[in-house]
């Protein structure tokens, strides 16, 4: 079995990382350094998997970037990964190959959404959601998930009061959450689904999230009662897990013929036809030959994110890190120093170096919080740590100030 290496980073210039660009970084961060720490987007540091790297090659070799299909390997790689990973039965007809999640939920809001309809969001939640929505004249009903103990809940009699009051068309549902990382139980997402039935409102699940696991284990919503899954949508990419964000592949399950008719319809209307060539490839590589890889590098993140929870609870004062379930983006609760995420994000770039992911960009009730990034050589993660520590911003500590 081979042991794969991850204390060293790909070379992040050649393929123009936009967290690494200092133009980018200088943009948004005017007073920060030249020698930054970038871990505010999401994406990893780390080479993609030897396997994917290999086909890839293999394809850029061949020379031949005409327009493709999916085709059986495609399939069978999705539905075997479904099965063998989520315990997912997933049949072949229920998989439509996209361009990236997020392109893919402006087509579904097109799709299934009219002229002043709504959207609903459990926020804090990834901002492209919300404006997926407003660049496409739809309203987004916001659904403030509770923080208490650590980790977020769902608000449920709100959400069915809500739902009772705007009607929307759509409810986006992240699971794992994002930015939260909480991994949602059978129970929370079996009465989100109960009560989107109940409204006659489409459950969208965005399982982006799912494959890097940091405690207890993921729960698919295609694992909801049969009677829900007329109304369901799950969105997935190996994207996250493998590091594939720029080939911009992602794929949909969709059990209802009905919804899956009304969806690829306006998938064909937006030119949505061909799949991206070395996206396609890359997805085969990833289920098929790279599991192994997932595995460790899941096991080296969760040990990183064990070293970053114990150095925030010793050392970094005012701040509360959100117990997480799934992902490598810790997301840290600073309502205990008195900053704002803003004024933190400002502070750490110009002082310590360190780009970390403001809370407000996720649509709302994120202003107390900041986000990390771990996808990288635990070494820089240690350093930017180290550096953040050195340049606290405290204006007031009170150590009873985070939400309970």
Same mark, same amino acid.
């Given at each position: 079995?081979?042991?794969?290496?991850?204390?060293?980073?790909?070379?992040?210039?050649?393929?123009?990382?936009?967290?690494?660009?200092?133009?980018?970084?200088?943009?948004?961060?005017?007073?920060?350094?030249?020698?930054?720490?970038?871990?505010?987007?999401?994406?990893?540091?780390?080479?993609?998997?030897?396997?994917?790297?290999?086909?890839?090659?293999?394809?850029?070799?061949?020379?031949?970037?005409?327009?493709?299909?999916?085709?059986?390997?495609?399939?069978?790689?999705?539905?075997?990964?479904?099965?063998?990973?989520?315990?997912?039965?997933?049949?072949?007809? &229920?998989?439509?190959?996209?361009?990236?999640?997020?392109?893919?939920?402006?087509?579904?809001?097109?799709?299934?959404?009219?002229?002043?309809?709504?959207?609903?969001?459990?926020?804090?939640?990834?901002?492209?959601?919300?404006?997926?929505?407003?660049?496409?004249?739809?309203?987004?009903?916001?659904?403030?998930?509770?923080?208490?103990?650590?980790?977020?809940?769902?608000?449920?009699?709100?959400?069915?009061?809500?739902?009772?009051?705007?009607?929307?068309?759509?409810?986006?549902?992240?699971?794992?959450?994002?930015?939260?990382?909480?991994?949602?139980?059978?129970?929370?997402?079996?009465?989100?689904?109960?009560?989107?039935?109940?409204?006659?409102?489409?459950?969208?699940?965005?399982?982006?999230?799912?494959?890097?696991?940091?405690?207890?284990?993921?729960?698919?919503?295609?694992?909801?009662?049969?009677?829900?899954?007329?109304?369901?949508?799950?969105?997935?990419?190996?994207?996250?897990?493998?590091?594939?964000?720029?080939?911009?592949?992602?794929?949909?399950?969709?059990?209802?013929?009905?919804?899956?008719?009304?969806?690829?319809?306006?998938?064909?209307?937006?030119?949505?036809?061909?799949?991206?060539?070395?996206?396609?490839?890359?997805?085969?590589?990833?289920?098929?030959?790279?599991?192994?890889?997932?595995?460790?590098?899941?096991?080296?993140?969760?040990?990183?994110?064990?070293?970053?929870?114990?150095?925030?609870?010793?050392?970094?004062?005012? &701040?509360?890190?959100?117990?997480?379930?799934?992902?490598?983006?810790?997301?840290?609760?600073?309502?205990?120093?008195?900053?704002?995420?803003?004024?933190?994000?400002?502070?750490?770039?110009?002082?310590?170096?360190?780009?970390?992911?403001?809370?407000?960009?996720?649509?709302?009730?994120?202003?107390?919080?900041?986000?990390?990034?771990?996808?990288?050589?635990?070494?820089?993660?240690?350093?930017?740590?180290?550096?953040?520590?050195?340049?606290?911003?405290?204006?007031?500590?009170?150590?009873?100030?985070?939400?309970?």
């Amino acid at each position: 079995m081979p042991v794969y290496d991850f204390d060293s980073m790909a070379d992040r210039s050649l393929d123009h990382a936009r967290k690494w660009d200092p133009a980018i970084i200088k943009q948004k961060f005017p007073k920060a350094g030249d020698d930054y720490i970038p871990m505010w987007i999401a994406d990893m540091d780390f080479a993609a998997a030897p396997a994917i790297c290999t086909r890839l090659a293999e394809v850029a070799q061949n020379g031949a970037y005409g327009y493709g299909y999916a085709h059986d390997g495609f399939y069978n790689a999705v539905i075997n990964w479904q099965r063998r990973r989520h315990n997912n039965e997933v049949k072949r007809e &229920w998989i439509t190959l996209a361009y990236g999640t997020v392109p893919t939920i402006h087509y579904l809001y097109q799709a299934f959404c009219q002229p002043n309809d709504c959207v609903i969001l459990n926020t804090p939640v990834y901002d492209p959601f919300g404006y997926a929505a407003h660049n496409n004249g739809f309203r987004v009903i916001e659904n403030p998930l509770i923080y208490r103990d650590r980790t977020y809940r769902i608000d449920f009699d709100l959400l069915e009061e809500q739902m009772d009051r705007f009607r929307p068309r759509v409810h986006l549902f992240c699971s794992p959450h994002n930015p939260g990382g909480r991994i949602w139980t059978l129970d929370e997402i079996t009465r989100v689904a109960e009560i989107c039935h109940k409204y006659n409102c489409l459950l969208v699940v965005d399982e982006v999230h799912c494959e890097h696991i940091m405690a207890g284990s993921f729960i698919s919503a295609l694992q909801l009662p049969e009677r829900y899954l007329d109304n369901l949508i799950v969105l997935t990419s190996p994207n996250k897990g493998f590091n594939l964000g720029g080939l911009k592949t992602s794929y949909s399950m969709i059990p209802s013929e009905r919804i899956r008719t009304i969806f690829r319809h306006r998938l064909e209307m937006n030119s949505i036809t061909s799949p991206n060539t070395f996206g396609c490839a890359a997805i085969i590589a990833a289920y098929d030959e790279s599991e192994e890889w997932l595995d460790q590098i899941t096991d080296y993140l969760r040990e990183s994110y064990a070293q970053t929870a114990a150095f925030i609870e010793e050392k970094m004062k005012g &701040w509360e890190l959100m117990r997480m379930d799934a992902s490598y983006l810790p997301w840290v609760n600073i309502a205990g120093t008195g900053a704002t995420a803003t004024e933190i994000c400002n502070h750490m770039a110009a002082k310590a170096g360190v780009i970390v992911g403001d809370g407000t960009f996720y649509v709302a009730n994120g202003a107390d919080f900041v986000r990390l990034n771990l996808g990288m050589p635990r070494k820089l993660v240690i350093e930017a740590m180290d550096r953040m520590a050195t340049h606290q911003l405290i204006k007031w500590y009170r150590q009873d100030s985070f939400a309970n």
